[in-house]
Nanobody
């Protein structure tokens, strides 16, 4: 069964850090673009950041630049989202995604696999 499972969400104070993980089962991450989306209450889902599998193309939303980083451990079939200097406006359900296309100009599109999401709440 092909699936992605996120973990690491929770409550964090403003200015704090959180590391989300996304474990793949049934397939490997090696040859896919990977990325993270989020959906805040009452808002549409947005791409946060992504990275391609081959040439290192990456995309960072304005909100992610300088604060969030994405990484992967292909051997462990796991990807990560490191979030620093968190703000209340970062509160959202975060989804990992695999496949599709990551462009530094246009962002992330066409993901083939999605996790079910993990809630991140930034509040004092």
């Amino acid at each position: 069964q092909l699936q992605l499972v996120e973990s690491g969400g929770g409550l964090v104070q403003p200015g704090g850090s959180l590391r989300l993980s996304c474990a793949a089962s049934g397939f490997t991450l090696d040859y896919y673009a990977i990325g993270w989306f989020r959906q805040a209450p009452g808002k549409e889902r947005e791409a946060v950041l992504c990275v391609s599998s081959s040439n290192g193309r990456s995309y960072y939303s304005d909100s992610a630049k300088g604060r969030f980083t994405i990484s992967r451990d292909n051997a462990k079939k796991t990807m990560f989202l490191q979030m620093n200097s968190l703000k209340p406006e970062d509160t959202a359900v975060y989804y990992c995604a695999v496949g599709g296309y990551c462009s530094g100009l246009t962002g992330y599109s066409g993901a083939n696999y999605w996790g079910k999401g993990t809630l991140v709440t930034v509040s004092a």
